[in-house]
Every structure is written in structure tokens, then in C-alpha cells.
């Protein structure tokens, strides 16, 4: 393993303190075996991979190829971790180096017309990788808070989200509510998800 791959990068753009936080703390049980945590920084963190693997037009076996062997390098750098916060950066930059890697074994020469590493992309690719962090962030939160909702209410915010949506007919019929309390209901639980400690990190930051 080169320095390179190391988990010593800096954060590309300033992170919410309390989002690092939980970050650091993952980062730490997970070293320790917790196996919890660990799932909890898969979960975290596989939108950010597989939005990469996207953006460099890998197909699914290539972007499980590819998911499998960051993680696989994470568990062995765990130990030398030394900035948690860091963590989104170093997974954004070895998931663009295993994509090339798949590239160069597909496509051979051609695929030197891709960048060589994150640190030489042009600002325009940073911004997509910061942007790219951001929305991992996002969607982890959005899960975190969505998951921390009564059954009930994860039910009536997963049917009012569906595409296509649900009639409110059906979905009175189903939960078992009258039609005029849907619209309450749904105001309350997305009013719970934005006090979310994770959310309002967000929307604060």
C-alpha cells in the first residue's frame, strides 16, 4: 500500500462539526470491532461510491467490483486512520482510483484519457467530488431521521414520496386514518425529521 491510499487526506471542504463527530465516532467503534458501527459507515458512505462508479460509466458487476475492494482497502488502513473527519475524502479518491484501475482493464490505452488521480482533476471535477460528498452526507442523514420515525409514520412518508404517487384514498385505506388527518400527519413526522439531530446539522451548516 503507497502513502497515497492512506487515510491522511484533508477534508475537500469544511464539514459540519456535529456530522464529523458521528463520523469519528463510527470511525472509533468500528477499529474496535463493532461490527454495528462498520455496517453503519457502508451504509453511510456506498451512495458516495456508487455515484462515482456513475460518473465513470461502470456497470453494476465493475461498481461491486469496485465497492468491494474500497471497503476491503479500508479495513486494512482502520488502524492508521488518524483524521476520521477525513474519511469521505479518502473514500472519494480510492473509489476514483479502483474505477481507473477497472477502466485500464477494460478499455487499455483508453483509458488514459481519464485523470490519473483525484489531486490532478481541474476545479470543475473537485466541485463534483465536493458535491458528490454532499449529497452522501444528505442522503445518510435523510436515512438516519427517516429510520428514527414511529412504524406509522415511516409508512405514510414512504407512501406520499412513492413514484408514482399513492391517492390519498388509498392511502387512508391502508393506515387506516381519514383522508383530512394524512395532510397533519405528514407535516408533523417531516417536522420531527427536520429537528433530527442529523438534519439540523444540515441545515445549519
Not at 469544511?14 to 453503519?40: E, T
Not at 476520521?84 to 473514500?91: D, E, F, M, R, S
Request: hydrophobic share 40%; glycine share 4%; with cysteine.
Amino acid at each position: 500500500m503507497t502513502a497515497e491510499a492512506t487515510c491522511t487526506l484533508e477534508p475537500p471542504a469544511p464539514a459540519n462539526a456535529d456530522a464529523n463527530s458521528v463520523v469519528r465516532d463510527l470511525v472509533a467503534r468500528a477499529r474496535s470491532g463493532d461490527r454495528q458501527a462498520w455496517d453503519a459507515l457502508v451504509e453511510r458512505y456506498a451512495p458516495l461510491i456508487w455515484s462515482i462508479c456513475r460518473k465513470h460509466r461502470l456497470g453494476r458487476a465493475d461498481a461491486d467490483d469496485v465497492g468491494q475492494s474500497v471497503w476491503l482497502r479500508l479495513v486494512d488502513q482502520m488502524d492508521r486512520v488518524r483524521d476520521p473527519a477525513a474519511l469521505p475524502g479518502w473514500l472519494a479518491t480510492t473509489t476514483r482510483r479502483e474505477c481507473l484501475r477497472v477502466l485500464r482493464a477494460t478499455q487499455g490505452p483508453y483509458a488514459t484519457m481519464y485523470p490519473l488521480d483525484f489531486e490532478s482533476m481541474p476545479d470543475r471535477h473537485t466541485q463534483m467530488a465536493d458535491q458528490e460528498l454532499l449529497a452522501a452526507e444528505r442522503q445518510a442523514a435523510l436515512r438516519e431521521a427517516f429510520t428514527q420515525l414511529p412504524a406509522d409514520g415511516q409508512q405514510l412518508i414512504a407512501m406520499l414520496i412513492a413514484d408514482p404517487p399513492v391517492p390519498y384514498a388509498e392511502i387512508s385505506a391502508q393506515l387506516g386514518i381519514p383522508i383530512g388527518s394524512i395532510g397533519p400527519n405528514r407535516s408533523r413526522y417531516l417536522g420531527k425529521m427536520r429537528r433530527h439531530p442529523a438534519i439540523a446539522a444540515l441545515m445549519n451548516a
